[in-house]
């Protein structure tokens, strides 16, 4: 009787899987706002795995005799005020934001899965604790969190490991009370309880049952918090507490410019647009995704 529940359960997940990828094609294929973000967001990443190659210059080389140059043929995004080439290191920029977006999203959602589960599971002390914790780092806003993590744990040797630390636990509030939200949902399911009162184990029921049926709205969220990690990044590199020059980074590529915004505008309009670009392409993305995922909106972006 189990297993033949478990075999029309795991049917039923295939098709779900399949009605899945369906939207999704139709989604990025139909809808032109979403399939340019797509394009967009693919060029950056393909820019940033092959910045060796495609880069003109080396980003971190100075040429004082180039300084300020405006954009042109021989730099096709001008230098700045060391006579760097401002195309070079925005392209080289790219590789820091989205190490920086994956590896802190990757972190936050592993920290909310695994505290998230325990809170939604396990109603009473355990819960209380979990969420008075997350509803403390919550109450502060995500970049500001980070800064205070980061000014705790100091910026030593490992300035990018330290920045990815400060920026994953500042994701992780939001992925733990949205796991938790949705565990306190799958749990009271029928075959959840089912499985209950068949005696299956803690650990079959959250990892076969519930965390796989959890995991949806998780990436929908991750894919959203992939712009937000990348902007605090860079508004910590900004404020010159992130990325340490020479090292390029968005954020310190427009940091540098603004002093020369009369007579060089374009060193911060390149690190500005790479960011807008960025972040726009990952919503569209991210809206594309959610709408994929969720039946309810299922079909309506067309």
Known sequence: ??????????????REVRSTWVGVSRI????????????ILLIIVLAAIAAPLVSPYD???????????PPGP???????????DVLSRTIWGSRISLQVGIATVGMGLVLGMAAGAISGYYPGKVDNIIMLFNDALLAMPSLLLALTI????GQGRAGLSNIIVAIGISMWPGFTRLMRSSVLQIRALDYVQAAVVLG????????????????????????????????????????GVGVQ???PSWGNITSDGRQFLQMAPWVSTAGGMAIM????????????????????LRGERV
């Not at 009787?1 to 295939?14: D, F, G, I, N, P």
């Not at 990025?28 to 394009?39: C, E, Q």
């Not at 980003?59 to 140059?69: A, E, T």
Request: glycine letters at 4%; zero cysteines.
């Open 1 to 14: 009787m189990s297993q033949t529940t478990e075999s029309l359960q795991a049917t039923s997940e295939r």
């Open 28 to 39: 990025f294929l139909k809808n032109t706002a979403v399939l340019t973000g797509a394009i």
């Open 59 to 69: 980003p971190i080389r100075q040429d004082l005799s180039s300084r300020m140059m």
């Open 74 to 84: 021989q730099h096709w995004l001008g230098t700045d005020f060391y006579g760097r």
């Open 150 to 153: 980061y000014a705790a744990i």
């Open 200 to 239: 299956a184990s803690t650990p079959r029921i959250l990892f076969k049952h519930i965390l796989p049926n959890a995991l949806a709205p998780m990436i929908v969220w991750g894919t959203l918090r992939l712009a937000v990690a990348m902007l605090i990044e860079a508004s910590m590199s900004f404020l």
């Open 245 to 247: 020059p020479p090292t």
């Open 277 to 296: 670009l960025a972040v726009m392409s990952l919503n569209l993305v991210g809206d594309a995704v959610r709408d994929s995922l969720d039946p309810r």
